[in-house]
């Protein structure tokens, strides 16, 4: 008989918006405004991650970039960084990401610089090092997710720190 007192991580509540046609008018589209509110009371909350998913071509990801200015211009809101990823592009990105957050949190500097002979690992790690040691003061969209394994099989997702910020 084998008991063991260690408890089981708590799954992360992911908060869920369909965005695209009415329901109930089905040649009209939803107003931005209405949905870009529910998401901003999302940020009062305690949710840590959003996922704004609908038809292609309906405005999901120019709603993401309003909701991330919004909720950074926020005063109740304790985001003081927004960041927005493609995730077909994510080694891209991380690259021009880097030298930004290091920049922002000070401190000890990197004395590699980042670019196309960068490994995807050493990308990885120094963006996830960057946004732990941010204290959850940020929030990130992913533009472009399939499904959510695709974002979980990612390699340059892996070790996310996931519960230190928020994520759309």
Not at 40 to 48: F, H, I, V
Not at 67 to 93: K, S, T, W, Y
């Amino acid at each position: 008989f084998f008991f063991s007192d260690k408890r089981q991580p708590q799954q992360l509540r992911v908060e869920s918006f369909l965005f695209g046609l009415d329901d109930f008018e089905p040649n009209e589209f939803q107003p931005r405004e209405a949905l870009r509110e529910s998401m901003l009371d999302w940020t009062k909350g305690q949710g840590l991650k959003m996922a704004v998913h609908g038809m292609g071509g309906t405005g999901k990801s120019s709603l993401a970039k309003d909701f991330m200015v919004g909720a950074c211009e926020a005063p109740e809101v304790r985001e003081d960084i927004g960041i927005f990823l493609r995730f077909h592009q994510l080694r891209n990105d991380y690259i021009l990401l880097v030298p930004f957050l290091e920049e922002i949190i000070g401190g000890e500097k990197s004395s590699r610089s980042v670019g196309e002979d960068t490994s995807d690992e050493d990308l990885r790690d120094r963006v996830h090092a960057a946004l732990k040691k941010l204290q959850g003061r940020w929030i990130i969209t992913m533009d472009d997710v399939g499904t959510p394994e695709s974002l979980v099989a990612n390699e340059m997702m892996s070790k996310f720190p996931w519960t230190k910020g928020r994520v759309v």
